[in-house]
């Protein structure tokens, strides 16, 4: 993920000065830390300024408060890679969950219903 600059288009590397460009404290100079990925699947941006009495002040703001946007490079090879493994788990999880089920339905097949439901279907040959 990467923050460029709508203005300039230019990649904004962590440590960067970045101004507010909107808000009630357009202008105030932050100093850009990384990106982060909200719970909501929003990116934010972390920030930090210096402040007298507290030290270094961190907040989380949306980029476009900073006339920024957050870009994500993902390669065509990564894409088919994440898909073919994800489609990989989800078979092999069904897989297992099958495997899981078919043992106690043997058993039960087994020890107390095998007469049943053989001469029900007439697997016996009478």
């Given at each position: 993920m990467?923050?460029v600059?709508?203005a300039?288009?230019?990649?904004?590397?962590p440590?960067?000065?970045?101004?507010?460009?909107?808000?009630?404290?357009a202008g105030r100079?932050?100093?850009?830390?990384?990106?982060?990925?909200?719970?909501?699947?929003?990116?934010?941006?972390?920030v930090?300024?210096?402040s007298?009495?507290?030290?270094?002040?961190?907040?989380?703001?949306h980029p476009?408060?900073?006339?920024?946007?957050?870009t994500?490079?993902?390669?065509?090879r990564?894409?088919?890679?994440?898909?073919?493994?994800h489609?990989?788990?989800?078979?092999?999880?069904?897989?297992?969950?099958?495997a899981f089920a078919?043992?106690?339905?043997?058993f039960f097949?087994?020890?107390h219903w095998?007469?049943?439901?053989?001469?029900?279907?007439?697997?016996?040959?009478?």
């Amino acid at each position: 993920m990467k923050l460029v600059s709508r203005a300039t288009g230019q990649e904004i590397s962590p440590g960067s000065t970045v101004h507010m460009q909107s808000g009630p404290t357009a202008g105030r100079a932050w100093r850009f830390e990384h990106i982060v990925e909200r719970p909501d699947g929003n990116h934010h941006v972390h920030v930090t300024r210096i402040s007298g009495k507290f030290g270094r002040i961190p907040r989380q703001y949306h980029p476009d408060v900073f006339g920024c946007e957050i870009t994500i490079d993902i390669t065509w090879r990564r894409s088919v890679r994440n898909a073919a493994h994800h489609a990989w788990t989800k078979v092999d999880d069904y897989l297992m969950a099958g495997a899981f089920a078919l043992v106690p339905l043997a058993f039960f097949e087994h020890y107390h219903w095998a007469e049943t439901i053989t001469s029900s279907l007439r697997f016996g040959g009478h």
